[in-house]
Nanobody
Framework: EVQLVESGGGLVQPGGSLKLSCAASGFTFGSYAMKWVRQAPGKELEWVSEITVGGGSTTYADAVKGRFTISRDNAKNMLYLQMSSLKPEDTATYYC?????RGQGTQVTVSS
């Protein structure tokens, strides 16, 4: 059974940082590109970032480029999202995902 479990969300002030983690199990993690997506209240799901199988290539949405860094540890079946210079508009539930699967999400709230 595919499982994706996100953690690391919370309340942070504008300009702050958070690191999200996603523990993957039930599939061959190292064989799939992985991505982070987010959904703000009342808005559609938004793609945030993606990383290739080996981690050698990453892509980002314009809204987060230069502030977020995606990474992975295939030995540990872990996906990460380092977020810095956070803005109120980054407030959302963040999900790790691949193919048609995604986890339960972790809430990030950016507010003073």
């Amino acid at each position: 059974e595919v499982q994706l479990v996100e953690s690391g969300g919370g309340l942070v002030q504008p300009g702050g940082s958070l690191k999200l983690s996603c523990a993957a199990s039930g599939f061959t993690f190292g064989s799939y590109a992985m991505k982070w997506v987010r959904q703000a209240p009342g808005k559609e799901l938004e793609w945030v970032s993606e990383i290739t199988v080996g981690g050698g290539s990453t892509t980002y949405a314009d809204a987060v480029k230069g502030r977020f860094t995606i990474s992975r540890d295939n030995a540990k079946n872990m996906l990460y999202l380092q977020m810095s210079s956070l803005k109120p508009e980054d407030t959302a539930t963040y999900y790790c995902a691949f193919l048609g699967y995604r986890g339960q999400g972790t809430q990030v709230t950016v507010s003073s």
